[in-house]
């Protein structure tokens, strides 16, 4: 499929605006100023027709403080608007222009250039820091917003009601004044009398230049029809003094603007054309689509460029984790010591053997918990460090708001067809009737395709699956293959078209080596690597095109493309060049024309060391692909220039140039292939992106339980690889193979996107009242907000909904199929009864009650709720809520579900006191079976003859017997856990009766805190939450495991006593250093409580009181001693007392003799340590004998 641009452009035109500037306003007095916002401030008030107010006293202070709030906001955003109207159009506002002139160097046009361009990129970093301040402003607004907005919502429904009507009364006024002030800022008043541009006349650009003088101060701005636009901080040449006037969105469509210096002062945004012609080759635009500022921008940045996540995807982190889980557990199940991991000791595989490793399903069997401990204790502290991890607060946006809804409007726009084109990597946008058209005369051809009237895929199913049993029968393929190649649920191929931006060549044919063979000459050189064939060729022109008709005479469907020349040939990414006089060929570096360079974009949220690569690999591409070095430092150079367009650091891109020039040319031509040494770190694949919480701290913290006991530090004597995957880029969100035409009106995806908090009709509602109707939710660990996305009340089903304790705001989440009051009920009678439910359990503790329990829906489902994959999708949803809003125990209230152990056997092991166990064999002449009792008084007698006995046995094993009772006994003395196992019993004639599995109930063997280093300390900053987590080691029967005495000094911590784990959560406080916390096991068969102990070290900055060594008020004359008293720790660097800003003394006790009157003033104490530096200050007052003071003054 071949598509090019038909569209006739007209040649570029210019003319010249003259835009007069506006004359200055006196600004307004005070007065004024008092009565215009007086009238405001009436104006909007609620009231009636005779300018009475329509609501309570009560609310009119919280109205007040509403407005207020609310006119800031709208204040705020159309700065920030403004802002970034300048960003989209290019144009950098007065106040931002950097004016500075350079001190050398002023004849240098180029330089001059590069100086102004350096000043505008300047000014556009600091709008976009003034954008990103001004987010953060009106965010922190926002939350004091919905403050007022709750003291509102404790008003009466009269005065709710009067208060919305008259803020969005408010906001509709104070936004129509923003905003055609705004309009104002944009408007394009352009002046009479055209300036000529520089290719006039001397004479009309002299004529022009005394024109200009004459008026007042001008702006001039060169327009053409051919629309340029520049990223952001990027392509910049000028910026200097003089108003930019700036266009208003119709003319900026129609006459896109750009600029040219003028004959006075003022200097405007010159584009670099270079720039401009790169980013214009980026998107090829063949719709009816008219594309703004910033959809262009953010297609620009290409395909491959992943947009920052707004927020982390805790589930998936999760499920990520479970596989790294599943790898450990793996590698500890099959681990041998005595096997080295860099000798390879498989033998080669044969055919059959390789193809049915191949040819088999995956395994997904994961070994059980409980064969080792601390490699349980590894997973669940990290599952716990995982589930208390707060996402980074704040994280850098690489597309603007503008950038992600023109993304978001593209992707749902399907009058259009968004694709990558066939080579180029340019984005091309075509109208979806004329991909439909383009398709259906492709498959039109009967030629290659034939209209089937039925679907023939279950035909075709049925054929391979034939073939497959067939071929099991014969015991050509083993059954695993069979398992793994047989076709259950069969799905069509999408048929999708890419646009063909390129074909300059003429119709030939690819050669297959079996044609050489049937022509009389031969090439001299012969070579192909898939359908691109190099030949030379010695025979001459003319038996040169009778050997490609040959090659186009041997099938009606082979046809190739040939381009002959005796000077130099393309092939594949290379130019071959014959030099005649020196008998030699060279190769260079080729691009194709259609090549846009579209690199990966620097901003893109890729890791870093795949940034580095990418400039590295491409360099060292130049370097393999260029035989002489004048080439390579060409093509280098444009590489350069390129990589600069994607946003990449000129340091970055040097360091990776002088790399690749270090390499020797005939070592990439020829590389030697590495050692494939086996890789023995376990690799931990995650979804990159800079929202989510500090992963690798996370397993720094924990990786050292593995080393805990040497066996497990043999096996994970390496740390985990972190391997990173990229979350969805614009390719994944903007191209589609599937298609349909007309298009039909947009699917769901299951969940709703309308936002509309209602509650239900029935006046009486008894479940409306519990139910929090707020448009937005917000986790209660990691303060992270949500929107709701709904349209429900308590009637809705097919829900996701939380609940969250007003007390501890701790939450729940949960799942209905039903309506909500159905399931809102039932968490009611969960409480009211007692139930052993999660919410039950919760709200029956003490300080909690039944009325604790705010409900609220998060999310509505729009699927049938009896549909099959409803219930799939609500689990999925419910999982992803529970783990984002950090719901899980010891934090939330849900609890994660985990494996039951089972243990067998009826002996034991007491550490004090041990005691002899039986394992009996009872012969019956019918039967056998097996059993074990306790040692009874009846007589026995001891059998020694012909006994051996195994390592470990001797001394501890005796066998007696019953002959009365036929009933053999075996006395195994000391009992211990080494004594598990299978156990057989025979009979005289060695006959096998019964084999006997005999386990140990055992007690813990000792007691650790996971967290504390070897000198029992666990260290941590205040104001970082502790997670401490106590273990029982050994032992295979539960006890109880608990803190003690953690709420005599820390009255709000989480505690989870989940066996054999014990974990602690609070957040750390200075008051917590050098205190001591205690883990205790309780334990039937322990004689005593095991006890394991840790101290505090918490980090803290100082802490400071004053000691004054004199009583009452200080008169002239009299001596005055001041001590700085401090905490800190780590201990303090610097202690500094001062006044008035004055250093005085660098020790703790400042004292001063004979006191003045002058002396009065402000004493501070400054203390600083490595965390940072605490100020306290105290008033002096020095008075004279006779005068006496009230607060502070001398009357």
């Known amino acids: 499929m071949s598509l090019g641009n038909t569209s006739n452009e007209a040649s570029p035109s210019t003319s010249v605006i003259n835009v007069q500037k506006p004359q200055e306003q006196r600004p307004p007095n005070e007065r004024q100023k008092r009565r215009r916002s007086g009238d405001i401030e009436n104006q909007n008030q609620p009231q009636n027709k005779k300018g009475r107010a329509l609501v309570s006293k009560d609310a009119l202070q919280v109205y007040k403080q509403l407005w207020n709030t609310s006119t800031k906001i709208n204040k705020l955003e159309h700065q920030q608007e403004f802002l970034n109207k300048c960003l989209d159009k290019k144009v950098i506002p007065l106040g931002l222009q950097l004016k500075i002139q350079p001190g050398i160097g002023k004849t240098d046009i180029a330089f001059i250039d590069k100086w102004k361009s350096t000043l505008g990129q300047c000014s556009f970093g600091l709008m976009s820091l003034l954008v990103d301040y001004l987010g953060g402003q009106i965010a922190d607004l926002e939350v004091t917003k919905s403050k007022f907005q709750k003291e509102v919502d404790k008003t009466s429904r009269q005065d709710q009601k009067e208060i919305e009507q008259a803020i969005l009364a408010c906001q509709h006024k104070v936004k129509s004044v923003e905003q055609e002030r705004l309009n104002n800022k944009f408007k394009n008043k352009a002046s009479k009398g055209p300036i000529q541009t520089s290719s006039t006349s001397t004479r009309q650009e002299t004529s022009t230049r005394l024109e200009a003088s004459t008026r007042p101060e001008t702006t001039t701005i060169l327009e053409t029809s051919k629309r340029h636009e520049l990223p952001e901080r990027q392509g910049l040449a000028t910026t200097t003094s003089g108003p930019t006037t700036i266009p208003d969105k119709e003319q900026s469509r129609d006459n896109p603007v750009t600029t040219q210096r003028h004959s006075n002062q003022n200097d405007l945004i010159i584009f670099n054309k270079e720039f401009e012609d790169y980013l214009s080759k980026l998107v090829i635009n063949l719709s009816d689509l008219t594309l703004s500022a910033a959809a262009k921008s953010a297609l620009q940045k290409g395909l491959s460029f992943v947009p920052t996540q707004l927020d982390h995807d805790m589930l998936q982190i999760y499920s990520d984790f479970k596989t790294f889980y599943r790898r450990v557990r793996l590698k500890h199940h ?182 050489l063979n049937g022509f009389p000459l031969k090439p001299f050189l012969y070579l192909r690597f898939i359908d691109d064939i190099f030949i030379i060729w010695t025979h001459g022109k003319e038996s040169l095109n009778k050997f490609i008709q040959h090659m186009n005479s041997q099938h009606r469907t082979i046809k190739f493309t040939a381009e002959v020349s005796e000077e130099q040939v393309v092939f594949l990414d290379t130019i071959v060049k014959f030099r005649k006089t020196l008998g030699t060929v060279e190769v260079e570096l080729y691009t194709k024309p259609t090549d846009t360079h579209s690199y990966l974009h620097y901003d893109s949220e890729h890791p870093i060391p795949c940034k580095k690569a990418g400039p590295y690999g491409q360099f060292l591409r130049v370097k393999r692909n260029c035989t002489n070095d004048a080439d390579f430092q060409r093509h280098s150079a444009s590489l350069l220039k390129y990589y600069k367009f994607r946003g990449y650091n000129e340091t970055l891109l040097n360091a990776s140039l002088k790399k690749a020039e270090a390499k020797d040319r005939k070592a990439l031509l020829n590389p030697v292939k590495k050692d494939t040494k086996k ?79 209602t509650k239900c009709s029935n006046e009486e509602c008894s479940y409306c009242p519990w139910i929090n109707f707020r448009r937005s939710f917000t986790s209660t660990f990691t303060e992270r907000k949500y929107r709701k996305n709904y349209i429900g009340d308590c009637n809705t089903p097919n829900i996701i909904y939380m609940i969250t304790c007003k007390s501890c705001k701790q939450q729940y989440v949960g799942k209905s199929k039903r309506p909500f009051k159905a399931r809102l009920g039932e968490h009611l009678r969960y409480v009211k009864n007692k139930s052993t439910e999660p919410t039950g359990k919760h709200f029956n503790q003490t300080g909690h009650n039944i009325h604790h329990m705010s409900f609220e829906i998060i999310e509505v489902l729009w699927n049938d709720p009896n549909d099959n994959t409803s219930d799939v999708l609500r689990s999925k949803r419910e999982d992803y809520w529970i783990l984002q809003l950090r719901a899980l125990k010891p934090i939330g209230i849900n609890s994660l579900e985990t494996s039951k152990f089972h243990y067998l056997g009826k ?289």
């Open 907 to 1195: 002996a034991k092991q007491d550490r004090k006191n041990r005691r002899n166990y039986f394992l009996g064999c009872i012969n019956n002449t019918d039967y056998t079976i097996c059993s074990h009792r306790k040692k009874n008084k009846v007589e026995e007698n001891t059998i020694m003859e012909n006994l051996e006995f195994g390592p470990g046995y001797e001394n501890r094993v005796k066998l007696t017997n019953k002959r009365s009772a036929g009933e053999y006994c075996l006395t195994i003395i000391n009992v211990s856990s080494q004594d598990e196992g299978f156990y057989r019993c025979y009979t005289e004639n060695q006959n096998s009766i019964l084999q006997f599995n005999l386990s140990i109930e055992a007690a813990p063997d000792d007691l650790v805190i996971l967290n504390r280093t070897t000198d029992k300390i666990i260290t941590e900053t205040e104001g970082q939450m502790l997670n401490l987590t106590c273990q029982a080691i050994g032992g295979n029967t539960k006890g109880k495991i608990y803190w003690r005495n953690v709420s005599d000094f820390e009255p709000h911590f989480t505690e989870v006593d989940a066996w054999p784990f014990a974990y602690l959560h609070f957040a750390a406080d200075y008051k917590h250093n050098k205190m001591n916390l205690s883990c205790v096991v309780e334990h039937d068969m322990l004689s005593a409580q095991m006890v394991a102990s840790v101290v505090l070290n918490i980090r803290y900055k100082p802490k400071i009181t004053f000691s004054r060594y004199l009583v009452g008020d200080i008169e002239e004359g009299q001596d005055m001693k001041l001590e700085c008293l401090d905490e800190s720790n780590p201990p303090k660097t610097n202690l500094t007392w001062r006044k008035d800003g004055i250093i005085l003394s660098y020790d703790s006790i400042y004292t001063k003799s004979n006191m003045k009157t002058n002396d009065s003033g402000n004493y501070s104490c400054i203390v600083i340590n490595s965390l940072g530096e605490e100020l306290q200050d105290i008033i002096i007052l020095v008075i004279k004998g006779n005068d006496t003071h009230i607060n502070g003054k001398i009357i």
């Open 679 to 757: 890789m023995t770190r376990i690799p931990l694949v995650l979804s990159y992106t800079k929202a989510s919480p500090n992963l690798r701290e996370i397993i720094d913290t924990t990786w050292p339980l593995l080393h805990i006991k040497e066996t497990t530090k043999q096996i994970f004597s390496e740390q985990p690889l972190f391997a990173y995957k990229r979350n969805k880029n614009l390719k994944d969100i903007l191209v589609r193979a599937a298609f349909q035409y007309p298009p039909i009106t947009p699917g769901t995806s299951g969940i709703s996107t309308l936002n509309k908090l």
């Open 334 to 515: 099959f681990f041998d010591d005595s096997i080295d991991d860099n000798v390879q000791t498989t033998p080669p595989l044969n055919f059959q053997d390789n193809l049915a490793r191949k040819f088999r399903q995956k395994s997904n069997w994961i070994p059980s918990k409980g064969k080792d401990a601390f490699v349980d204790a590894f997973i669940e502290a990290t599952t716990l460090g995982l589930l208390t991890s707060k996402p980074r607060k704040w994280v850098k946006q690489n597309l603007t708001k503008t950038e992600r809804r023109a993304i978001e409007d593209l992707s749902k726009n399907k009058n259009i067809v968004i694709k990558k084109a066939d080579k180029g990597s340019a984005i091309v946008i075509l109208n979806a009737v004329n991909y439909n058209q383009m398709a259906l005369t492709q498959l039109m051809d009967e030629r290659f395709y034939v209209e089937t009237s039925t679907n023939l895929t279950t035909f075709h199913t049925l054929k391979i699956n034939r073939t497959l049993l067939s071929l099991l029968s014969k015991n050509e393929i083993n059954q695993d293959i069979y398992n793994f190649l047989q076709v259950e649920e069969p799905r069509t191929p999408q048929f999708y078209l890419l646009p063909k931006i390129h074909k300059t060549f003429v119709n030939g044919s690819p050669p297959e080596e079996k044609l």
